[in-house]
C-alpha cells in the first residue's frame, strides 16, 4: 500500500511554566482512523532517547500530541522522532531537531507592585524577572507596560 501522505504535520513544541512541553501535530493527509502515531525524543545527544509517556489524543484515539514535565534545556538541539503504523504496517516517518530554549514561552514577571502618589500624579512600578528554564540576564528581558485608566 502506498503510504505517502501518512507521515505527520504541522509539528509544533512549546516549553511553558520553566519545564513543562507540549509537543502537538495534525495526522498526515492520507492517514485513516486506524493509523497510530509514536513520539520518541532525546534532550541532548548524550541522554537516551524515550517514548511519550503522556500523549494527547484525538476522537480516533489516535496520538496528536504529549505532555512532557521535568523537561530541563540545554545549549543543544533535542531531537524529536514521530513513527507509527496503519493496518500493520509502518508509516512514514517524521524527524525534527528544535532548540528547546527558542520554544519557551515566558512566564510573566513576578511580584509586581505599584505605588502612586497623588500629590504628584506619579506612579513607579516594580516587578522581578520571571523564573525561566536558563539562567537569563536582565538585560535579555524587554517590558511593556500598558496603562488603562478607569
Not at 527558542?102 to 502612586?116: D, F, G, Q, R, Y
Request: glycine share 4%; charged share 20%.
Amino acid at each position: 500500500a502506498d503510504m505517502n501522505g501518512t507521515a505527520i504535520e504541522n509539528f509544533v513544541c512549546v516549553v511553558f511554566n520553566v519545564s513543562f512541553m507540549n509537543c502537538t501535530w495534525h495526522v498526515g493527509r492520507t492517514a485513516t482512523e486506524d493509523t497510530q502515531y509514536f513520539l520518541y525524543w532525546r534532550p541532548s545527544k548524550k541522554e537516551n532517547i524515550t517514548e511519550c509517556q503522556n500523549y494527547i489524543k484525538d476522537d480516533y484515539g489516535r496520538h496528536t500530541g504529549c505532555r512532557f514535565q521535568n523537561v530541563t534545556i540545554e545549549n543543544k538541539p533535542a531531537s524529536f522522532l514521530v513513527n507509527g503504523s496503519r493496518s500493520g504496517q509502518n508509516i512514514q516517518s517524521y524527524k525534527k531537531e528544535i532548540m528547546l530554549y527558542e520554544i519557551e514561552k515566558l512566564a510573566p514577571p513576578l511580584n509586581v507592585s505599584v505605588n502612586c502618589t497623588e500629590a504628584s500624579h506619579r506612579c513607579s512600578i516594580w516587578w522581578q524577572q520571571p523564573r525561566t528554564s536558563t539562567e537569563k540576564k536582565n538585560s535579555c528581558f524587554k517590558y511593556e507596560i500598558v496603562i488603562e485608566s478607569q
